[in-house]
């Protein structure tokens, strides 16, 4: 809870500073593949989810750094390969800390945390830290999940890749992300991986 209470006020606080930020808004579409956790030859179960996401992100300066506070809502329709369709809900707020070098890098280190939810179904809430790269418009990172202390759910590593060109009225976002690891459930534990792909156009 107290992260959530400074990750917010951090994000007031950027907004009203003159800084540079974006927003997103588009299509994503994730393909995973999850098995029993730790049992033999168990069999691979897939599943593939369609639906929409918002992105924001605000840059200001903090002395020689770059202090980012960002944010990810997404929704989508989740049709597993066996089993009853649900939609599902994502929430990423984070915070990164990004130290402009010579030549447009900036290497950037994050904090935040990534709520998952299924409608009238079970949640997770994960920590996640980062470390990345942002060059001009690309950006590539690596993020660890760790599982909530409470209910001990998802848990892996999580890569992602951005590239994000801003036109006038309107630019272009496409982000991918690989996530491998484990979700431990009531009874029963799945490790596998997900795929995601984001589509949007960004002012």
Avoid: W
């Amino acid at each position: 809870m107290k992260a959530i209470l400074i990750l917010l006020m951090l994000t007031a606080l950027c907004a009203t500073a003159t800084a540079q930020s974006f927003i997103a808004v588009g299509a994503q579409y994730k393909n995973g593949g999850f098995k029993l956790y730790d049992v033999p030859d168990a069999k691979s179960e897939d599943a593939q989810s369609v639906g929409a996401f918002i992105e924001g992100a605000y840059d200001f300066k903090a002395g020689a750094a770059i202090v980012a506070p960002r944010g990810l809502f997404a929704v989508g329709r989740n049709f597993p390969e066996h089993g009853v369709n649900v939609t599902e809900y994502d929430l990423r707020p984070e915070v990164e800390l990004r130290l402009p070098l010579a030549g447009g890098i900036q290497p950037f280190v994050a904090t935040g945390l990534n709520y998952y939810k299924v409608h009238d179904g079970a949640d997770q809430l994960n920590p996640l830290v980062g470390v990345g790269v942002q060059f001009h418009e690309v950006r590539g990172s690596f993020y660890r999940v760790f599982p909530d202390s409470d209910r001990g759910d998802a848990r892996g590593y999580l890569y992602r890749f951005d590239y994000t060109k801003k036109l006038s009225p309107f630019g272009l976002r496409l982000s991918g992300e690989v996530f491998t690891g484990r979700s431990d459930l009531k009874k029963v534990s799945y490790e596998g991986h997900i795929i995601t792909f984001r589509a949007a156009l960004v002012k």
